[in-house]
């Protein structure tokens, strides 16, 4: 089985890395991954491939940041090049980034199968563009792989095709159980974890655009992780777009 695995984001490349690793097992099953460039710089894109141990991708689109539908219409273009000339049997995508959706509709468009992992998530919030892209990936998709019973139930809703669906369990967890592990096996620890690693502690992400572009909200949550950090010590890994508005604050 030829198949190109597209990605393009933080998230999917540590979904890949487990998926990935069990496809290498399969010697039926030629995999090679695209990579859309969403996220481009070194901590958001090629430190996932070092540590994780990814395949390097066959192609890089070095398609980066922009508004939704130029990001999206360039990356589309692009994947349908290289489906166009390769002819894989499908085309693997995860989760509901812009490349997710422009891998799908590529595809679709050329009659190529294609498989979805994290299939049938909802926010049921059409305001978000992520909830866009992973309902329109999973009405395009041959093999919906989806983790939870309400996942397949929000599938059932929309009238997809049972058959289609498969419930396989969150691969997030699949990573997580092989790379806790594999960080505790290591000696050299980051330095922002050399005072936290051997007790408690909050891990906390603030990115998405509902929350960092909407200042009430965001000083609510600032507040809050303040609040905990009087209590247990809290790690902010700080997204670029985060640590640009909070700069502006």
């Known amino acids: 089985m030829n198949l190109i695995t597209i990605v393009g984001a933080r998230p999917q490349f540590i979904k890949a890395a487990a998926v990935s690793a069990a496809l290498a097992m399969h010697p039926a099953v030629r995999e090679r991954l695209l990579h859309t460039g969403q996220h481009f710089d070194d901590n958001m894109s090629e430190v996932f491939f070092r540590e ?38 499908a085309v693997l995508l995860y989760g509901d980034t812009n490349s997710t959706l422009a891998g799908a509709l590529a595809a679709a468009k050329l009659h190529i199968p294609v498989a979805h992992v994290e299939a049938g998530l909802r926010s049921f919030n059409r305001r978000m563009p992520e909830e866009i892209n992973r309902v329109l990936t999973d009405h395009v998709s041959q093999w919906l792989f989806v983790p939870t019973e309400s996942a397949v139930l929000n599938l059932q809703r929309e009238g997809i095709d049972a058959a ?15 790379f806790s592990g594999v960080a505790r096996a290591r000696e050299q620890r980051h330095p922002v974890f050399a005072d936290v690693a051997d007790r408690a502690f909050v891990l906390a992400t603030v990115h998405r655009a509902e929350n960092t572009d909407a200042p009430e909200r965001l000083r609510t949550i600032v507040a809050a992780l303040a609040a905990l950090a009087g209590e247990i010590d809290v790690v902010w890994p700080m997204h670029p777009r985060t640590r640009n508005v909070l700069a502006q604050m």
Do not use: C, Y
Not at 61 to 87: D, F, K, S, W, Y
Not at 164 to 178: E, I, P, Q, S, Y
């Open 52 to 89: 994780l141990g990814i395949p390097a991708p066959a192609w890089n689109l070095g398609i980066g940041g922009g508004p939704h539908g130029a990001m999206t219409g360039a990356q589309l273009a692009a994947i349908e090049l290289v489906l166009m000339a390769e002819r894989p049997d």
């Open 164 to 178: 289609k669906v498969h419930r396989v369990g969150d691969v997030m967890f699949d990573a997580a159980l092989h």
